[in-house]
């Protein structure tokens, strides 16, 4: 038995994902609500903790805790009480600096003192704080021999507010004090932690019992909503701890100015070790020289630069954020012109995204001598391979093929059409042709019948065992099936033509009033078409059950005479529900008059071959809008660059097309729903695995080989490919272009630049009168 099958103990969870989603949400907001909030207090925190070598913030609240702790008992004179008075006092003589703390001071030993939430109570300024017996505790702080400053020297200026929630709290054995924020700790972002809500049980048994199991460097204090992943909190939050005083931060308005002045820019890791470690005298090395290095940025592309030199030009050390291939390409500009057209994006939009971010990239020129030299012919060839390996898994087995065509854009106007064919059962893509209008004499309406020409002879040329095409109900290429391929059986997408008898349907009954009654059985035409196909072998089986749907509209189940051999002259549905959503036709009338023309139409009839194999092209539509991720029709490219980007989307297609479903923790499918605003209705579909991509590292060292293994470089003569459209018109217009300038003379505006700096005076104080007619 799988293991999907193995039934948990326990009760089955009823919370859907989304459910679930929102209260793991909800617990983690309410977790990261009780967050330190040190202020501008953290710079000090930090260097206290660093002069202090300790390895976590815990280590420091310990001492301090500790510290306040044995001190007020000191003080005092009674290690039970703590005045509140003295809580509010400020330091006579405050410590400014960190090293003015007495640094003979080790780490503790012992455990954290016990703290536990405090709960708010107004007290008066002669309100005591009770604390626990210290039995161990100061044991444990007297055999420290060093000095415990005074508190109020490593407190921070805060503790004005304090004061007022100090309160008498009788306790027993164990420290527990409530407390709850005021308005200076409601104020603080939710993201941060009160520690106050923190909860640190210890015992108060014997520690020396228990000091080879217990050590403070492991101990962490636990919140109680401790355990649970914050997928939407902001790491940022949570990593502010670590960050040191060469981090800048940015607090105020004129730290954001000047950081958006600056620039963020494309830099290698390995560069940034390289020079980490590099080791770099303040002064010239030159002999005699002794003077003081400068550093010189300079960016060149998307590279920076740094030079230090002195004042009399000598260079001391030069580095460069990228590493540099042969004749001097930065890495960084090829990898980045690659990543954006293997991504399918366009170079104009991520111009602008650098632009608006200040990031500098190279410039348009550049990355079109990349793209025409390096990164189209390394597509190509990649494609290639890919395909040979695809149909050496079909060499000697009969496959059917599904076949779709796509322009350009929409209309009469195309420039481009690409050609896919697919293996039906596995549905990878075994060839892709694309073609320009300039090779079918300049005519669009020519070029999905050549390109389908061009696409089937290319696999039947490599020995590909073609049994059946399947495609949709095109004219041109049922007709070039019958001539040239007759020996393989064409189909028609079952879908096109449900959709297209369904159009029919919904037209015929909105021509006429008295035909509206046939809307309602619109759907159920078509979802009888879809089962005649289904079932049948033969044609006569087919028109012995699409004929029915004339009968079973009127409410008559049988009739006299079969309309096949093969066929029964009934309805093969079950018992019929007496609560009718729609009402039956009536025979003889205009409706059903309609229906039976288009049940019975003599060209429709001769298209039921197409339809016996049931065979639908839905998967090839899909893969459509994969093509549109990388050669979108709102904009315009070149032949060479157009074929890579279809090139691209049928290796994206073949490299994710048998991903998984995703499973619940359940086992079960994961499902989405949608809704379909053309259709009216939701739908749930299967939530397939994220794309991995594994094929890009691959062809981005194809890209880079090929420009190492390049002698020539970017700066050479274009030369066409044999079969570029361009060799037979250098533009898609029927006419050559006339110049520029003749153009712009010949140029004639409809308005006239006085009529536009033309202005009417219009007098709203004077009054008209209107004479009205009398009777």
Not at 447 to 454: D, I, N, T, V, Y
């Amino acid at each position: 038995m799988s293991d999907i099958n193995v039934l948990k103990r326990g009760r089955k969870p009823t919370l859907t994902d989304s459910a679930k989603k929102r209260r793991r949400t909800a617990v983690n907001a309410k977790c990261n609500k009780n967050r330190i909030y040190l202020g501008s207090q953290y710079d000090r925190w930090s260097e206290l903790k660093c002069a202090l070598r300790l390895q976590s913030h815990a280590e420091v609240a310990k001492i301090l805790l500790d510290r306040y702790e044995f001190h007020t008992q000191t003080d005092q004179g009674n290690p039970n009480t703590i005045d509140a008075n003295t809580i509010s006092e400020k330091p006579t003589n405050p410590v400014t600096n960190i090293n003015d703390v007495n640094t003979a001071v080790e780490k503790p030993t012992s455990p954290a003192p016990t703290c536990s939430a405090m709960s708010e109570e107004t007290s008066s300024a002669n309100t005591l704080l009770t604390t626990s017996t210290p039995g161990p505790l100061q044991s444990k702080l007297q055999q420290h021999s060093v000095h415990l400053s005074d508190v109020s020297e490593i407190s921070s200026s805060e503790r004005e507010h304090e004061s007022r929630y100090v309160e008498e709290t009788q306790m027993s054995g164990i420290e527990e004090i409530s407390r709850k924020t005021d308005s200076l700790w409601k104020s603080a972002q939710s993201s941060f932690v009160n520690p106050f809500d923190l909860t640190i049980t210890i015992s108060e048994g014997n520690y020396e019992d228990d000091d080879d199991n217990f050590s403070d460097e492991d101990y962490e204090p636990k919140s109680e909503n401790e355990g649970f992943e914050d997928e939407s909190a902001d790491p940022s939050d949570q990593q502010e701890e670590d960050l040191g005083p060469s981090i800048k931060k940015i607090r105020s308005e004129t730290e954001v100015d000047t950081f958006l002045d600056d620039r963020p820019l494309i830099v290698y890791m390995s560069s940034i070790l390289s020079l980490a470690k590099t080791h770099i005298p303040p002064i010239c090395a030159v002999k005699g020289c002794r003077l003081p290095l400068t550093i010189k940025m300079e960016l060149i592309s998307s590279a920076l630069y740094l030079k230090w030199v002195c004042q009399n030009k000598h260079l001391a050390h030069k580095w460069c954020s990228q590493p540099i291939l042969n004749r001097r390409l930065h890495s960084g500009d090829l990898v980045f012109s690659a990543g954006i057209l293997l991504s399918g994006n366009n170079y104009q939009k991520i111009a602008d995204l650098a632009k608006f971010i200040r990031l500098p990239i190279l410039c348009n020129s550049t990355f079109l001598k990349i793209q025409r030299t390096y990164l189209v012919p390394s597509i190509d060839s990649f494609w290639v391979q890919s395909q040979d390996m695809v149909l050496q898994e079909f060499r000697d087995k009969e496959i059917v093929i599904l076949g779709d065509g796509r322009m350009d854009s929409p209309g009469h106007c195309a420039q481009f059409c690409s050609y896919t064919f697919m293996e039906y059962n596995t549905k990878k893509i075994l060839t892709i042709v694309t073609m320009d209008k300039r090779m079918t004499e300049k005519k669009s309406t020519n070029l999905e019948k050549a390109c389908f020409l061009k696409g089937l002879r290319q696999l039947l040329d490599k020995n590909m065992k073609v049994v059946e095409v399947v495609t949709d109900a095109h004219i041109q290429v049922e007709s070039l099936m019958k001539k040239e391929f007759s020996n393989i059986k064409h189909s028609f997408d079952i879908w096109h033509g449900a959709k297209n008898l369904g159009k029919k349907v919904v037209k015929v009954a909105q021509e006429q009033k008295a035909n509206k009654p046939l809307l309602e059985w619109s759907r159920d035409i078509v979802n009888h078409f879809w089962h005649c196909a289904d079932i049948s072998t033969t044609e006569q089986e087919f028109i012995g059950s699409w004929f029915g749907i004339m009968h079973h509209t009127v409410n008559k189940h049988q009739w006299m005479i079969a309309y096949s051999d093969t066929a029964g002259n009934e309805c093969k549905h079950g018992p019929l529900s007496s609560e009718r959503e729609k009402g039956w036709l009536t025979g003889a009338t205009p409706p059903h008059d309609a229906l039976i023309k288009i049940v019975m139409d003599k060209r429709f009839l001769r298209k039921i071959p197409y339809y016996l194999n049931c065979r639908s092209t839905a998967e090839l539509e899909n893969f459509q809008n994969v093509i549109l991720k990388y050669a979108s029709k709102r904009h315009s490219y070149g032949p060479s660059t157009y074929n890579a980007r279809n090139q691209l989307a049928a290796i994206d297609h073949n490299a994710h097309c048998e991903r998984k479903v995703v499973t619940n923790k359940d086992g079960t499918k994961r499902l989405q729903r949608y809704y379909s605003k053309k259709g009216g209705r939701w739908t749930a579909t299967e939530v397939k695995t994220p794309k991995q991509y594994i094929y890009i590292p691959e062809l981005m060292k194809h890209i880079i080989m090929k420009r190492l293994s390049d002698d020539i470089g970017m700066s050479r003569r274009v030369i066409l490919d044999p079969f570029d459209p361009r060799r037979l018109s250098a533009t898609i217009a029927p006419v050559p272009p006339p110049p520029t300038q003749d153009l712009m003379a010949a140029k004639i505006s409809r308005f006239n630049r006085e009529d536009l700096d033309r202005t009417i005076d219009y007098d709203f104080d004077q009054t008209i009168d209107y004479e009205w007619p009398t009777n």
